[in-house]
């Protein structure tokens, strides 16, 4: 059986209702592409502006960078067994340049050189209240501060080295004495903000205080080119130093703060490297931040053979460091 030939359809007859819609909506059509636009760019910048760190600071003692507007946090170290007026010095210059700031206190044995014959004995003398005076003299100061104040106390005690007599102690111990250092601050009233900062090594969750004694978790996240390249064979990334110690922090389910970043090597390489941790800080759900060691490491502990660290940044980091919003 032949069949008839099937119709060929009158495309132009056929299109005729859809170009009377368009000419009928045009105008329109037009207005809400350029209201979609305009959605899409807004969203754009708001993306760009909560995904930048809100937390950039610096540890810089030789004052580098003491010029530049972008730093919002200004970070110092003190050793509680040495003179504590150096506290309100450097809060007093905080508070100069309105920036938060990040006190770390390192718990060392008093009087200076003194040693206990074990890490667990120092803690256990923190327990009993034998430095509860040392600990109301360094609240007391930072009572007076007219900036935001971030308390970094007991830092990296997780780790096994001979850096610091209050790491690698028994987890119990540095849990009690952790909390009874924030319980005797915080009788001068909820005035402080406290970070909780380990350098990201496995174990660390064995000194959790719980997460009433914290406010903010600290990390540290260093790329020491002499010590990856001789233990992992190669420099490692941003990501690769720390995204492992952020999965072991993130689901306490607090802010977490880069407490101490560092990268060493050539100026080029740093500043690529630094680059790549701009790219990347958006991609962590509760980091709010960072905090750059700028200067040689203050302990060169690090390995017998090797360098001392120098962290330092060039000025020309602070294109990367500091965007311009």
Not at 15 to 34: E, M
Not at 39 to 60: A, E, N, Q, R
Not at 104 to 129: C, H, M, Q
Not at 178 to 206: I, M, Q
């Amino acid at each position: 059986m032949k069949y008839p030939p099937l119709p060929i359809p009158n495309l132009k007859e056929k299109l005729q209702p859809v170009k009377d819609i368009f000419y009928k909506y045009k105008k329109y059509l037009f207005t809400n592409a350029l209201v979609l636009a305009i959605i899409f760019l807004i969203l754009g910048l708001i993306s760009y502006l909560t995904t930048s760190p809100k937390v950039i600071g610096m540890y810089d003692p030789d004052d580098a960078f003491i010029t530049e507007k972008g730093i919002t946090m200004r970070s110092d170290y003190f050793a509680w067994n040495k003179d504590l007026s150096v506290i309100a010095i450097e809060l007093k210059r905080a508070t100069e340049q309105q920036r938060a700031f990040l006190v770390t206190i390192e718990p060392w044995p008093e009087p200076v050189g003194f040693r206990y014959e074990s890490n667990n004995d120092l803690l256990k003398a923190i327990i009993e209240g034998e430095y509860d005076q040392t600990t109301n003299n360094i609240c007391d100061i930072l009572s007076t501060a007219q900036v935001p104040v971030y308390i970094r106390w007991g830092h990296e005690m997780e780790l096994e080295n001979s850096r610091y007599p209050w790491s690698h102690s028994t987890p119990e111990l540095y849990i009690q004495a952790y909390r009874h250092f924030v319980d005797t601050c915080r009788t001068k009233g909820n005035l402080f903000k406290f970070v909780w900062s380990p350098a990201g090594e496995a174990g660390l969750e064995n000194y959790w205080p719980g997460k009433k004694y914290v406010d903010v978790i600290g990390l540290s996240i260093y790329s020491f080119d002499q010590y990856d390249e001789k233990h992992i064979g190669h420099k490692r990334s941003f990501k690769e130093v720390f995204i492992p110690r952020y999965d072991r922090v993130k689901n306490y389910r607090k802010p977490v703060l880069i407490a101490e970043i560092g990268v060493t090597g050539t100026d080029n390489y740093k500043l690529e490297w630094i680059g790549w941790m701009m790219n990347d800080l958006h991609n962590y759900k509760r980091l709010i931040g960072f905090v750059y060691l700028n200067t040689m490491d203050p302990q060169a502990v690090w390995e017998e053979g090797l360098d001392n660290p120098d962290w330092r940044l060039p000025k020309r980091a602070t294109q990367l460091l500091f965007p311009k919003k």
